[in-house]
């Protein structure tokens, strides 16, 4: 058996993996024009309407509205459903705080409902158990490009009346039984930040099939200002706040939507590739992928049993495979203060203190044990769509080389 590089034997790997490279002449294009426009606003410009257009007609929905986020884009979401302050929104335990951020400043309560065992994805029999008189809405995440058990989420949904949201930001082109995630609940959110499949730095999307939300999400994205492109007096709707999109970031978008199929394709065939060679080792658990789903891979995700996670993933560093171990650490609920120790706005503790909510909810260990047990033990793969499928196979004997090491 080949000695292990962290105890002194040669790496499986010495050759750097590729580094992404998104941006290409494409990209360079769009720019040029936007800024040979002399106008970088979107209002009067071409780039970002063209965007919401172009994203729109790829996903086969009504509306897009561009965003300068992934969290601006769940924020309008929400915004656009328009919960009464102290309404409780179902959401997935392990994510980005971008998808609880906005609900909060809406004066929501989010609550976390616990994974299915081994699948990394909520539990639509939690999502159940959480409804009360006070729910809103369901926020479902596709964590690392698996799709979420859509049939059983929508059945919920619809038997509940509520609106379900898809937090698609790190799931782009996506099939679920034939559809795309974000397509399939009421409003999709994605976000264009730097590691994304489709990437412009930062930048965010928001698709929905609903006119009475597209209005509001519109409306919402530029401070609620109805009698925008009038003058004389100024008219605003409601409260909403400035997260339109720039000419620049519209321009890299539009130049990105050209080629998010061929990035998800390129990860999703590392992925298989990867699955196929770990998936006979002892204590390795492959990614998991939803039934009726396809997995976009945003990261490669498996789970080791038997072996000290941290020891593994060292050990699988040193033979020069970019590999982490328990991604976000902990839930989100015990991640971020604004949850745990409720530190909003001012002293208040608002909207978990309010009478709006007139409820009490505590965010500490053991609300989501299968989340906060599996979290421990899942290690990602951080392979990008300029990996070729040799760098797939050294990752994958990387793996097996450290479980049998140390098995
Ligand atoms: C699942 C998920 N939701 C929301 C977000 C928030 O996106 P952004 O960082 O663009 O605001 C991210 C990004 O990290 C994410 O991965």
Same mark, same amino acid.
């Given at each position: 058996m080949d000695k292990l590089a962290v105890d002194g034997g040669q790496p499986v790997r010495e050759k750097p993996f590729p580094r992404r490279t998104p941006f290409g002449t494409e990209e360079i294009k769009q720019v040029t024009e936007a800024i040979e426009s002399q106008n970088l606003f979107a209002l009067p410009g071409n780039k970002v309407k063209r965007f919401e257009e172009d994203f729109a007609n790829k996903y086969g929905m009504e509306y897009a509205i561009a965003s300068t986020s992934g969290t601006s884009a769940i924020h309008l979401a929400v915004a656009a459903i328009?919960? *009464?302050?102290?309404s409780e929104i179902i959401a997935a335990p392990? #994510?980005?705080y971008g998808t609880v951020a906005g609900l909060i400043y809406q004066g929501c309560v989010p609550v976390f409902a616990d994974w299915t065992p081994g699948a990394f994805n909520m539990d639509p029999g939690q999502i159940e158990r959480n409804i009360t008189g006070k729910t809103a809405a369901i926020i479902v995440v596709h964590l690392f490009g698996n799709p979420c058990d859509m049939d059983a989420i929508m059945k919920i949904g619809r038997k509940h009346k509520l609106p379900v949201i898809e937090d698609c930001c790190q799931a782009y082109c996506t099939p679920y039984k034939g559809k795309w995630v974000g397509t399939i609940g009421d409003i999709g959110c994605f976000s264009m930040q730097? &590691?994304?499949?489709?990437?412009?730095?930062e930048g965010g999307v928001t698709i929905t099939n609903n006119a009475d939300y597209a209005m509001r999400m519109g409306l919402f994205k530029d401070?609620? %200002? *109805? &009698?925008?492109?009038? %003058?004389g007096p100024r008219a605003y709707a409601f409260l909403g706040l400035n997260y339109r999109m720039n000419e620049l970031t519209g321009a890299v978008a539009l130049a990105q939507l050209q080629k998010v199929e061929n990035v998800v394709a390129q990860r999703h065939t590392l992925g298989e590739l990867i699955t196929g060679r770990i998936k006979d080792i002892k204590g390795i658990t492959p990614a998991p992928v939803t039934p009726g789903g396809w997995h976009s891979y945003w990261l490669y995700p498996f789970t080791i049993t038997g072996f000290p996670a941290e020891r593994f993933v060292e050990a699988l560093k040193a033979e020069g495979i970019p590999a982490n171990w328990g991604? #976000?650490?902990?839930p989100i609920y015990l991640c971020t203060e604004g949850l745990k120790k409720k530190r909003t706005f001012g002293s208040s503790g608002y909207p978990f203190d309010s009478p709006y909510y007139g409820k009490k909810i505590e965010y500490e260990e053991g609300l989501c044990p299968v989340a906060e047990k599996e979290l421990s033990r899942v290690t990602t793969l951080e392979l990008n769509e300029d990996w070729t499928t040799a760098d797939a196979e050294d990752a994958a004997a990387a793996i097996r080389k450290v479980a049998e090491n140390l098995k």
């Open positions: 328009n919960p *009464e302050p102290g392990v #994510t980005d730097q &590691s994304k499949h489709l990437t412009a730095g401070k609620g %200002w *109805e &009698s925008r492109g009038r %003058w991604y #976000t650490g902990k």
